[in-house]
């Protein structure tokens, strides 16, 4: 049971390029969402889907575009990259449905470091 | 919007002693679930306890344990007997309720070494 991968866990870009991560779940849960960490502001959250084709923006969502065409995928695309787009970023999961010991439970990725020049 | 206070940015702790880290939170709300969470130098963000509102009783997870405290909005993390592996940025998180799929917050960390 792989839970939630994340692709690439490293990349390094230069200013103006674009990019996607790509977030893969295979518990077949309902809910996915993309928050970035930074230093002394915790994780923040970018964008999040409550399905298949649906998204909604979160805290910081500028610079930033999302895509749910799969239930079991989440797409994080940065059109324009900028300086301040360096960060790690991270992918979650979770079931709203998971009983007692499951509902509300982020299961999250691995992380991937994203540095933009 | 809630929001979630970390005000300790970094603690130590000998091995084997008790450590307790802090969290205040902000809410309106009345039911909401409260989470801990770990990261290691590894990155992975692991969940290590979790606290149900609407219950009285403090959650226990093994040398974990928490003590809520509803009416002063405050959710503090006992780590008992502090193992090396225990060394991590601890994250305290909120989430408003069941059905608030992107509203949960995160505060900034407390990073924990645990030392030998």
């Keep these: 049971n792989a839970g939630v991968t994340q692709t690439p866990k490293f990349r390094v870009l230069k200013t103006g390029q674009s990019m996607t991560l790509l977030c893969a779940q295979d518990m077949n849960h309902e809910y996915m969402y993309w928050y970035r960490q930074d230093p002394g502001m915790g994780l923040r959250l970018i964008h999040y889907s409550v399905g298949e084709g649906t998204t909604a923006k979160g805290e910081v969502p500028d610079g930033y575009n999302v895509s749910r065409l799969k239930k079991q995928n989440f797409l994080l695309g940065l059109e324009s990259a900028a300086p301040s787009q360096t960060s790690v970023y991270f992918c979650a999961s979770r079931n709203p449905l998971g009983g007692y010991s499951g509902a509300n439970v982020l299961t ?8 933009v020049l | 919007a809630q929001t979630v206070t970390q005000s300790q940015p970094e603690m130590s702790v000998q091995e084997a002693e008790t450590v307790t880290l802090s969290c205040t939170y902000d809410t309106s709300e ?3 679930y409260l989470f801990w969470y770990k990261q290691p130098p ?7 306890i979790r ?21 002063a909005k405050s959710f503090s993390l006992k780590i008992s007997d ?4 225990d060394t991590a940025m601890y994250f305290c998180a909120f989430m408003a309720s069941f059905a608030s799929a992107g509203d949960m917050r995160f505060g900034a960390g407390t ?3 645990v030392k030998p």
Excluded at chain 1, 108 to 115: E, K, Q, Y
């Design chain 2, 30 to 32: 009345n039911n909401y």
């Design chain 2, 51 to 71: 606290q149900e509102a609407y219950k009285q009783q403090n959650a226990t997870e093994n040398r974990f344990s928490v003590n809520f405290q509803k009416a």
């Design chain 2, 42 to 48: 590894s990155r992975q963000m692991i969940l290590v």
């Design chain 2, 111 to 113: 990073r924990l070494t």
């Design chain 2, 82 to 85: 502090s193992q090396l592996g």
């Design chain 1, 108 to 115: 999250f990725g691995a992380g991937s470091r994203l540095t």
